[in-house]
């Protein structure tokens, strides 16, 4: 079995900053808010410190002698090796991605050498914006890098991922919540009936009237998919959300699981 190859989520957030908050569905409008937490959560490197603490020192001595810069190195038994590897920033794999993420895994060498033999998948995955100019693999996704014990932030990146990790974990469940419920509920007046404290946070382009009169089958679905505990906490995340400043135009550097575009914004 191959690496694990990234699921797709349906994240809007390129989308969220050319088109007004009041023509979004509830998820992207309410995803708009969630990202932010991301960026509560800096990476504890820089670039350079966490890549050139993944490779052979050689590297970080051939980089500071320009051998990876736009123009192509002398033949030699450095560029023998240098053709083997994809470089960046001038191509890379997805025209869609920036040419330079790489994504490394922090577990075990006995998880990794499974997971890169193909008897199971990485779990354990973070990515970065590499420095520019230096030999990355082809495909990180499915040949990601090993984060070696001797990294001098190797006990700091495995605290962040795993703080990571908890964050990315409760905005998936709250995102997969507001889906279920957007499903059933799907205009001001449902919900303004069935969650009115979720319309301190999402706007509708034409509200209409805000009757009370909503069949209650409606309110029965609407609380089977959405508890009180899952308003409350979906409520505290917005709350908290709120407060931060928007992040739309600044791209996230690192995060954790596999890198999609949506979910760097």
Same mark, same amino acid.
């Given at each position: 079995?191959?690496?694990?190859?990234?699921?797709?989520?349906?994240?809007?957030?390129? @989308?969220?900053?050319?088109?007004?908050?009041?023509?979004?569905?509830?998820?992207?409008?309410?995803?708009?808010?969630?990202?932010?937490?991301?960026?509560?959560?800096?990476?504890?490197?820089?670039?350079?410190?966490? #890549?050139?603490?993944?490779?052979?020192?050689?590297?970080?001595?051939?980089?500071?002698?320009?051998?990876?810069?736009?123009?192509?190195?002398?033949?030699?038994?450095?560029?023998?090796?240098?053709?083997?590897?994809?470089?960046?920033?001038?191509?890379?794999? #997805?025209?869609?991605?920036?040419?330079?993420?790489?994504?490394?895994?922090?577990?075990?060498?006995?998880?990794?050498?499974?997971?890169?033999?193909?008897?199971?998948?990485?779990?354990?995955?973070?990515?970065?914006?590499?420095?520019?100019?230096?030999?990355?693999?082809?495909?990180?996704?499915?040949?990601?890098?090993?984060?070696?014990?001797?990294?001098?932030?190797?006990?700091?990146?495995?605290?962040?991922?795993?703080?990571?990790?908890?964050?990315?974990?409760?905005?998936?469940?709250?995102?997969?919540?507001?889906?279920?419920?957007?499903?059933?509920? @799907?205009?001001?007046?449902?919900?303004?009936?069935?969650?009115?404290?979720?319309?301190?946070?999402?706007? #509708?382009?034409?509200?209409?009237?805000?009757?009370?009169?909503?069949?209650?089958?409606?309110?029965?679905?609407?609380?089977?998919?959405?508890?009180?505990?899952?308003?409350?906490?979906?409520?505290?995340?917005?709350?908290?959300?709120?407060?931060?400043?928007?992040?739309?135009?600044?791209?996230?550097?690192?995060?954790?699981?596999? #890198?999609?575009?949506?979910?760097?914004?």
């Amino acid at each position: 079995m191959p690496i694990n190859k990234p699921r797709p989520h349906i994240i809007m957030m390129g @989308k969220a900053q050319t088109v007004p908050m009041r023509e979004r569905s509830m998820r992207e409008q309410v995803e708009a808010y969630l990202s932010r937490i991301r960026h509560t959560l800096p990476f504890p490197c820089t670039p350079e410190e966490c #890549y050139f603490g993944l490779v052979p020192p050689a590297v970080k001595q051939w980089h500071d002698e320009g051998l990876f810069e736009d123009a192509s190195p002398k033949p030699g038994r450095a560029s023998n090796l240098l053709a083997t590897m994809w470089q960046t920033p001038e191509r890379h794999t #997805y025209a869609t991605m920036r040419p330079n993420i790489l994504h490394v895994s922090v577990e075990e060498e006995d998880e990794y050498l499974e997971a890169v033999r193909g008897n199971r998948g990485c779990e354990g995955i973070f990515w970065f914006e590499a420095p520019p100019h230096v030999p990355l693999p082809r495909n990180s996704m499915q040949t990601p890098f090993f984060l070696p014990k001797d990294h001098p932030f190797h006990d700091a990146i495995n605290d962040w991922v795993e703080q990571a990790i908890a964050i990315e974990d409760e905005l998936q469940t709250s995102l997969t919540l507001i889906e279920r419920y957007s499903a059933i509920v @799907k205009t001001a007046t449902q919900v303004k009936n069935t969650w009115p404290e979720l319309m301190n946070f999402i706007t #509708y382009k034409n509200s209409g009237g805000l009757s009370n009169q909503i069949p209650r089958t409606l309110r029965e679905q609407a609380a089977k998919v959405m508890r009180p505990t899952d308003k409350e906490a979906l409520i505290f995340q917005l709350t908290r959300a709120v407060m931060l400043p928007e992040k739309e135009n600044q791209p996230l550097s690192a995060w954790v699981k596999f #890198y999609t575009q949506e979910i760097a914004q």
